[in-house]
């Protein structure tokens, strides 16, 4: 009895500690944010918004901010169609034809970013194609199609065929059907697929710094600001980020779980 | 444009004619319907006439073909060669929203977004049914499932039977010309089964309609059916009366899988059969291998003196065998013996009418039966 | 006759993105790869001299980047490892909250962890600023910024998430009667876990793994934000062969070998693993 409650008390340290480990960056990340100071140190001195205003008064921030939404959106939006598209017919497939499908489809995500970004740079340039935000969201597009494509395939693998069979039975056309009936039980899926989709472009730096040719979205705006040393406002452009990606996430977590 | 066409027979709820009345025309009518996966046959050349008002059960184990049958009638399965004409028309190329039938599905398929009101109402939306007439119809349909007080529950809170009574409701409102049933009651428990069964019939005596359903439960096909078709390798194997497929099975398969049965085998010469374990009895038909087939209850186990006796002693009008008793098995309103006669294990069944008398494991007895009660098949066991 | 046209009408837009976002740029990268650039012009000959001054002049930095990616992976799949089977044999209720928590982190922004990194183990940092107020220091250090500690370490917590989802989804299948049957059948609490579980999070591993080994092998910001001289990546010297010297075909050839030799590692670690969970 003892020697379980030692081994117990073991696993509840470590298990503690990791989630310390995890999650410590981040709540110091917010906390950071309202400091007083120039320098992040600990303790901290005194609390101020300074920093929240300071970046409110750079209009390249908000350029950036601006950027990074026109490719969320748009990426959340093409993504989604395109990949809740494939996902429908993949269903139909055998789940062996399937499961291929979405091991090809998966290779952008294995390799690299930076390699992915770097061949669609050197495609984009070298066919004279040029760069700017259409190319950042055709690679955000790519990168974020196996997750839409994953997520939206699972659940209408699952779905059960004989509600599609009831509803052709009933009079349904094959529209009508999936109209009335497929979009209607999958849509909380599509939805969370669209918000992981969005939180993936919003996260992402490598191909948004190598596909965007001028300009700034929020990671590489940020990006700059670190390569300058370290300076508080970049706590704040953080803090929009990750809330941001945190909504998306949160979101479509509540919105997959939703009706199981 | 179904729905005009299948108003006119059953649209009142009123008792139909005697099931199978007026051989006219046939309602369903399949020729040779095939169906190949690949290299596999799963259904090979099928006839089949359903007539109007019929309660026809497809029976057979799983992989038989038989619900690749039903699926091909309903117009989810192509099929691979034949017609299938219903109401005089043909519908073989016809996808499911354009047949006048209407499916019970085995998971139901009921819809998860929709409320038990919405789930019935749904087929009579699509066909845009006024909004009078659809409320109207949708409360009958409840009502003759008995389902009224659940109308608004959503699908996935009901249990598997109230699912099972919405999917029935679901397809009866459609008032289709036949409807089809796969394997409906197999997810339900035994008692709530039976229940469902006796339900089943009551509404297919009350409003008349056509079913074809499928099951591998041989007692439910008995209990509900008119005429079965039983099943096996994608084969027809036998067509009947319920009465019929027990009583003159047409193969060792269609006697063991309806119904228990002990198997003979012997060889028939000069119109007189030799059965392998012993005895022999007149019988008129081809030489060749034949099987005889004896229910456990047509069989008479006889113990005391007449065990003593032996089989040898018995009247040259019954066949007998000496054995000697190996199990009791009480069943409730009957038992069951299990009896070792060389190296085969005979069942004697019993109905209980009173105190059984006191039998001991491993005593001698005589088992013996008419040959008016065996049934002889040409064909021995498969090679 | 729409089943048949079906899949093909609904997959074509995805196979179009995948054609002209993947396929045709990774391949013309790859045709790049072979070609020259001479005095800031790029010359189309093919010549796989590239591949040859990959070796020669980079094989330091690609072999110090494939040693700490295989740390970098190995410790990640390690951790998560641990954190999953916590989540599924040990935490109980709290379970859920376990994996929510590291749900929040899986797309907690890259970079911005980076930074905190950064500002938690600087000279000026949290770290630093503990440990006087401690009285175990007096005067800052610095050893815990600018060495590849501090990217084990950064990259360890970015990619920890991406490592338990996969880990999660063959652990989560895991049926719990096997494991009661085992111990039921006579065997020790380490024999289920080394014989029953262990095998069956295979797939999981080999995915974890895989995962953090190439993002790992491919990153730069990283390593040159938290890195120092001591941690140049090989990313930083293929970002720099198209920020710095324009030398693209060098670049690519660049990627394409990182790419090889990480196949022949993951493949490698792959079978070491088939072989050491497998039943025996």
């Known amino acids: ?260 | 444009m179904s729905l005009q066409a299948s108003t006119d027979a059953r649209s009142a709820v009123a008792p139909g004619p005697a099931p199978g009345a007026g051989r006219a025309e046939p309602l369903v009518r399949l020729s040779g319907v095939t169906r190949r996966f690949g290299a596999h046959v799963a259904v090979h050349p099928v006839d089949l006439a359903v007539h109007r008002h019929d309660f026809v059960a497809i029976l057979g184990p799983s992989g038989c073909g038989k619900t690749s049958l039903l699926r091909m009638i309903g117009g989810f399965l192509e099929p691979s060669g034949g017609t299938i004409e219903i109401a005089g028309r043909d519908v073989t190329r016809l996808p499911p929203d354009r047949r006048p039938t209407n499916m019970v599905f085995q998971g139901y398929g009921l819809f998860p977004h929709m409320t038990v009101r919405q789930n019935v109402a749904y087929g009579l939306r699509i066909a845009r049914v006024s909004a009078a007439e659809r409320d109207r119809r949708v409360e009958e349909a409840l009502a003759l499932v008995h389902m009224e007080s659940f109308a608004d529950r959503l699908a996935p809170q009901l249990s598997g039977g109230q699912a099972q009574r919405v999917a029935l409701a679901r397809t009866l409102v459609m008032r289709p010309e036949v409807l089809l049933l796969d394997e409906p009651l197999a997810a339900l428990d035994l008692k709530l089964r039976k229940t469902m069964q006796e339900e089943l019939r009551g509404i297919h005596r009350s409003i008349g309609g056509t079913f074809v359903f499928v099951t591998h439960d041989q007692e439910e096909a008995m209990a509900l059916a008119n005429r079965i078709l039983v099943m096996q390798d994608g084969r027809v194997v036998q067509e009947g009366g319920p009465t019929e497929i027990y009583g003159r099975p047409a193969t060792r398969f269609v006697a063991t899988f309806v119904g228990d049965a002990n198997l003979f085998d012997g060889r028939r010469a000069g119109g007189r059969v030799d059965l392998d374990i012993g005895p022999a009895f007149a019988d008129a038909g081809r030489d060749g291998p034949v099987t005889a087939v004896v229910r456990p209850q047509a069989i008479t186990l006889e113990t005391g003196p007449a065990a003593a006796a032996g089989a040898a002693g018995r009247g040259g009008d019954r066949i007998a065998l000496d054995g000697r008793l190996v199990d009791i098995v009480p069943l409730g309103p009957s038992v069951k013996f299990l009896v070792a006669v060389g190296d085969r294990e005979i069942a004697v069944t019993r109905t209980v009418t009173g105190p059984v008398e006191p039998l001991e494991i491993g005593s001698r007895v005589v088992l013996s039966w008419r040959p008016a009660d065996q049934v002889v098949i040409a064909g021995g066991p498969a090679p | 006759m729409t089943l048949r046209r079906g899949p093909l009408v609904l997959l074509s837009p995805a196979f179009g993105v995948f054609a002209v976002c993947f396929v045709l740029p990774a391949a013309y990268f790859f045709v790049v790869s072979f070609w020259q650039v001479r005095s800031y012009r790029l010359v189309k000959e093919t010549t796989a001299e590239n591949y040859l001054r990959v070796f020669t002049d980079y094989s330091g930095p690609l072999l110090d980047t494939l040693v700490l990616a295989f740390i970098v992976a190995t410790t990640v799949t390690g951790f998560a490892f641990f954190y999953v089977y916590l989540c599924r044999f040990k935490a109980g209720r709290f379970a859920p909250l376990l994996l929510f928590a590291a749900m929040l982190t899986l797309f907690g922004g890259y970079l911005t962890k980076i930074y905190m990194w950064r500002t938690i183990l600087g000279d000026s940092g949290i770290l630093n600023a503990s440990l006087i107020t401690a009285g175990l220091i007096e005067e800052p250090i610095s050893v815990f910024l600018f060495n590849p500690v501090a990217v084990v370490i950064t990259l360890g917590h970015y990619l920890v998430p991406f490592a338990i989802l996969p880990l999660y989804g063959v652990m989560h299948a895991i049926r719990d009667d096997p494991l009661e049957a085992a111990r039921d059948l006579g065997a020790s609490r380490w024999h289920v876990f080394r014989h029953i579980v262990l095998p069956q999070c295979r797939t999981g591993i080999v995915a974890a793994f895989t995962l953090t080994f190439l993002f790992t092998s491919g990153d730069f910001a990283t390593a040159r934000l938290v890195g120092g001289p001591d941690a140049s990546l090989f990313g930083v010297f293929v970002q720099g062969q198209f920020t710095q010297r324009l030398n693209q075909p060098m670049g690519a050839a660049m990627a394409f070998t990182m790419l090889a030799c990480c196949l022949v590692v993951v493949s490698a670690v792959a079978l070491g693993v088939r072989r050491a969970v497998a039943y025996r």
Do not use: Q
């Not at chain 1, 990074?68 to 939006?77: D, N, T």
């Open chain 1, 1 to 260: 009895m003892r020697r379980l409650d030692a081994i117990a008390l073991v696993w509840w340290v470590a298990g503690t500690a990791a989630v310390f480990f995890m999650l410590a960056p981040l709540v110091a990340l917010f906390v950071f944010s309202f400091s007083a100071g120039s320098v992040l140190t600990l303790p901290v001195t005194g609390w101020s918004v300074r920093w929240y205003r300071e970046l409110a008064a750079t209009p390249e921030f908000w350029i950036a901010l601006k950027n990074s939404l026109v490719v969320c959106v748009a990426v959340g939006f093409a993504s989604t169609t395109v990949g809740t598209m494939a996902a429908m017919a993949m269903a139909r497939l055998p789940a062996r034809r399937a499961g291929a499908l979405i091991s090809v489809f998966s290779l952008p995500v294995m390799l690299p970013p930076l390699v992915l970004a770097l061949s669609m740079l050197t495609f984009f340039v070298g066919t004279g194609l040029g760069l700017g935000l259409p190319t950042v969201i055709l690679g955000h597009l790519v990168y974020t199609l196996p997750f839409v494509v994953l997520i939206v395939y699972a659940r209408m693998a699952a779905f059960d065929p004989a509600i599609i069979d009831s509803a052709r039975d009933l009079g349904a056309s094959p529209w009508r059907t999936f109209a009335t009936v497929v979009l209607p039980v999958a849509r909380p899926t599509i939805i969370g697929a669209a918000l992981v989709a969005m939180a993936l472009s919003l996260d992402d730096f490598v191909i948004a710094l190598f596909t965007i040719g001028g300009g700034n979205t929020l990671p590489t705006f940020m990006w700059g600001m670190l390569r300058k040393g370290v300076n508080p406002g970049i706590n704040v452009v953080g803090v929009v980020l990750v809330t941001l990606i945190l909504v998306a996430s949160l979101l479509a977590l509540r919105v997959t779980r939703y009706r199981g």
